[in-house]
């Protein structure tokens, strides 16, 4: 059974092993809008500009994200903006795009420095934004024909000692309605730029469809390239047909060859004769026969009509969750599955530093990542075995580009249902960006540099490029370098399971959302949502709910104080029981009787001393008045710190007490011994001229020196009750556990006695209540004097803590 108050009390690191859903909505949100638009009117009307809009997203209260145009006057390119609306709203999400994800998640693990995006997710909401109301869908209500096209089109080179992220792999996803309303069929696609720009030939600016040009299409590929590097961006274009998709080819992926006759860009015409019109593809009423038929129908001859970029927002709550955790510094660490740039734009979102020395990629460099695609293609028709040896380079020079290599490889384009099979949830491997700072890069090298070089790799906030495996084994080095861990994740990913099992203290999380339209969402997805998060539950030690997430940081404190409260009282339990032992120490030494006999032994041991542990034990917690106590590494090895702390607080705050107790039990022996007295423990009489009227036995002596250590005991407890706060700012007394501790500690003091047949109100005299009534007073301002030595210690080292807790210079710092 794992103590949950003492770990959550020491954590020293909180890690988010999810982000969608907890740190952000499950899909991306609308960032900007792009379309072409007239630059002027003194201007030619082939005269185009790229026309940016920004978009604003919001939380509301049951869940969902609204969006708004930054701009008021949005109004005025209400043409632009129904084009890109009516595509994504033939185009809309549905769950026939995620075989064709798996199967581009299978194709790009072929195709160097490539990477299957889900960047088509749930747009619905922008057609409502810009006017389309629900019914404006019905005409194309009927189940759409779907076509999915692809391109092995390599990622960029890398340079020499640099090694460049993976590029989305070139796709397009088209959907073909037919329309109640006309006698033609509409197509809308969405892609990535390169590939859709290709089977553009027109562009929409708002008014009439223009030409496209290269100065165009190079304008809108830049801010592609630009904004699919940090976000995700769709190409939306548009084109009708006369003829619906031939059955053999419906719902089919195809290959697009990189070597294909394209239509010459620049030269088009703006009218048509009868003649020249009825030989466009659009009036083409032959059959398909052939890949190549359907790629040269449904690839060309589209109308750009812009594109969208999405990006993954914050959710407020883990905003102040991050801001919660930095203050009672508990390192807040984001692995995330996304390369270096997409993850620094959402680490700097959630308030998380991501800039220099700041981040570790777990991405591990492959040897493949440096080969061109000619040495790809090449190792797979010649084996890899002929092209490293020189003495066959002679199989290069028989191609003279990447693209007829494609060729070879490549000897059919048509592609049924996807005959591989791959989950896409699952995160293919990144190529990491060079780190200025030169932390590690691969998991591999994580433990090296925390050996050789220094400890930056356990500071930073945020880890890129993570898989399931590096997590869990970064987990492990984190705590092995005494690093007690809280790992959340989400309860819907199956890889958190043994992270949850290998954590200190593992919460699973049930995600805000989920990945069905935003505008209809699916209604049997919340109880399947619910049953997995119970499954999973069974792996973690707390199930926890979304919007009890803030819960977080005043429980880590909440267990803080109490761990606090319980060291202390098991510390003063500590000494307590030293005290007991000096004191019967001295008096064996002393050659005097007993100072106790085995019943109040027995008493102080076994009820005294744990009511009086247990009282200040359930001290009351108030957040805002306690101080924020920082924990420290876990360790086996005992503080040199702690030692002195402890010898100091017993030789000042309990040795006295115990030599009292003993100077008061040798006068009291003394005073009260006559010539006669014969006592079977003892080793030699005393005599005393003064006789007392009535001279006190060896039991009522005790029992006054009892209740002497009684009330000592209560007082010495005082200053454990608010250990971090003086006696004028925090009484005691308000403590109800500690006041009735002390109150059942003197009450069974004094039963006892009479019990035991000694009458305290006749042994007491003004000599032992003068004294204890001296001796309360002064050990209670020892005490205070005591405890405010160690409030000071305890805020220095605190300081020191919280400087050591945002420094991260390591070896390689320029400061």
């Given at each position: ?63 969902s ?46 195709v ?10 749930c ?28 391109q ?8 020499p ?6 590029t ?62 940090t ?23 195809f ?7 394209r ?77 270096e740039?997409?993850s ?24 493949n990542?440096?080969?061109?695609l ?27 580009s ?113 990945w ?9 997805w ?17 199930r ?26 098991l ?31 027995f ?67 003394v ?21 007392s ?7 009522s ?14 007082v ?7 250990p ?5 700012h ?52 020892v ?6 030595r160690?409030?000071?210690s ?11 807790f ?10």
């Amino acid at each position: 059974m794992k103590d949950f108050v003492a770990l959550i009390g020491s954590l020293t690191g909180t890690s988010f092993f999810d982000k969608k859903g907890l740190l952000s909505p499950m899909n991306p949100c609308l960032d900007k809008v792009i379309f072409f638009r007239p630059t002027s009117e003194e201007q030619p009307k082939d005269s185009l500009s790229l026309e940016i809009m920004d978009l604003s997203s919001e939380l509301n209260y049951d869940g969902s994200w609204s969006v708004d145009f930054d701009d008021p006057n949005w109004s005025r390119f209400g043409s632009n903006l129904k084009a890109i609306g009516q595509c994504l709203l033939m185009n809309r999400c549905d769950s026939s795009f995620t075989p064709f994800l798996d199967h581009l998640s299978a194709v790009a693990s072929t195709v160097p420095r490539t990477i299957a995006t889900a960047c088509r997710r749930c747009s619905c909401v922008f057609p409502q934004l810009i006017g389309f109301e629900q019914s404006s869908a019905e005409q194309f209500r009927k189940l759409p024909q779907t076509l999915g096209f692809y391109q092995r089109r390599p990622g960029e080179a890398p340079l020499p000692g640099l090694t460049k992220h993976q590029t989305p792999l070139e796709m397009a996803y088209a959907t073909v309605h037919a329309d109640d309303r006309s006698l033609y069929y509409h197509m809308s696609c969405q892609g990535t730029a390169n590939l859709v720009l290709e089977a553009c030939t027109h562009v929409w600016d708002g008014e009439s469809l223009i030409p496209i040009s290269e100065r165009l299409c190079k304008t809108a590929a830049d801010f592609y390239q630009r904004h699919s590097v940090t976000g995700y961006c769709l190409a939306l274009s548009y084109r009708p047909s006369v003829r619906p998709v031939e059955d053999p080819f419906k719902n089919t992926y195809f290959e697009v060859p990189l070597l294909r006759d394209r239509p010459r860009i620049g030269n088009l015409v703006r009218t048509h004769s009868l003649d020249s019109s009825q030989d466009d593809a659009f009036f083409d009423s032959a059959p398909q026969k052939t890949v190549e038929d359907v790629i040269q129908r449904y690839l060309t001859g589209h109308v750009l009509c812009g594109m969208i970029v999405t990006q993954y927002e914050v959710m407020p709550q883990a905003v102040q969750l991050v801001d919660q955790l930095e203050n009672l510094c508990v390192r807040f660490v984001y692995f995330s599955r996304e390369n270096e740039l997409r993850s620094r734009v959402f680490a700097e979102k959630l308030g998380l530093e991501a800039g220099w020395n700041c981040h570790v990629s777990l991405a591990e460099v492959c040897e493949n990542d440096g080969r061109t695609l000619k040495d790809f293609f090449l190792a797979k028709v010649y084996g890899t075995e002929n092209i490293n040896n020189p003495a066959d380079s002679g199989y290069k020079k028989n191609f003279k580009s990447d693209e007829q290599l494609h060729l070879i490889y490549s000897s059919s384009y048509v592609q049924g249902s996807p005959s591989v099979k791959k989950q896409s949830q699952v995160v293919p491997k990144v190529v990491v960006l060079p780190n200025k700072a030169q932390l590690p890069t691969g998991i591999a090298a994580v433990r090296p540099h925390l050996e050789q070089v220094d400890n930056v790799p356990l500071l930073v906030s945020l880890i890129t490029d993570c898989t399931s495996q590096a997590n869990l084994e970064m987990l492990e080095i984190m705590q092995e370098y005494g690093e007690l861990v809280l790992a959340i994740g989400s309860s819907l990913s199956v890889a958190n399971t043994n992270i949850f099992l290998q954590a200190d203290v593992s919460m699973s999380v049930l995600p805000l959302g989920d990945w069905s339209c935003s505008v209809n969402p699916s209604r049997d997805w919340q109880q399947i949502k619910e049953m997995v998060d119970r499954l999973m539950g069974t792996a973690c030690d707390f199930r926890l709910a979304y919007d009890r997430i803030l819960a977080i940081p005043p429980l880590i404190v909440a267990c803080r104080h109490r761990l606090a409260s319980v060291r202390g009282s098991l510390a003063f339990h500590l000494f307590a029981s030293c005290m007991l032992s000096t004191s019967l120490l001295f008096t064996a030494v002393s050659f005097l009787p007993l100072l106790f006999d085995y019943d109040q032994v027995f008493l102080t041991v076994f009820v005294q001393l744990p009511c009086l542990t247990l009282g200040s034990v359930f001290t009351p917690f108030h957040p805002t008045a306690n101080v924020i106590r920082i924990s420290s590494k876990n360790s086996n090895d005992v503080q040199r710190q702690s030692i002195s702390w402890a010898a100091v607080n017993f030789l000042v705050g309990f040795l006295p007490t115990s030599l009292y107790l003993v100077m008061v039990f040798f006068f009291l022996l003394v005073g009260n011994a006559t010539v006669a007295c014969s006592f079977a423990d003892v080793v030699c009489s005393v005599a005393s001229d003064h006789l007392s009227d009535v001279p006190l036995s060896t039991l009522s002596i005790r029992h006054i020196v009892g209740l002497h250590q009684a009330l000592s005991l209560c007082v010495l407890s005082s200053a454990w009750v608010y250990p971090l706060s003086s006696f004028w700012h925090s009484n005691p007394l308000a403590c109800l556990p500690w006041t009735a501790s002390c109150v059942v500690c003197l009450v069974a003091q004094v039963l006892f006695s009479y019990a035991s047949g000694v009458a305290l109100h006749k042994v007491l005299s003004i000599f032992s209540v003068s004294g204890i009534v001296v001796w309360t007073f002064f050990i209670l301002i020892v005490n205070e004097l005591v405890k405010l030595r160690s409030i000071r210690s305890f805020a220095r080292e605190q300081r020191r803590t919280k400087l050591g807790f945002d420094t991260k210079l390591g070896m390689n710092s320029p400061y």
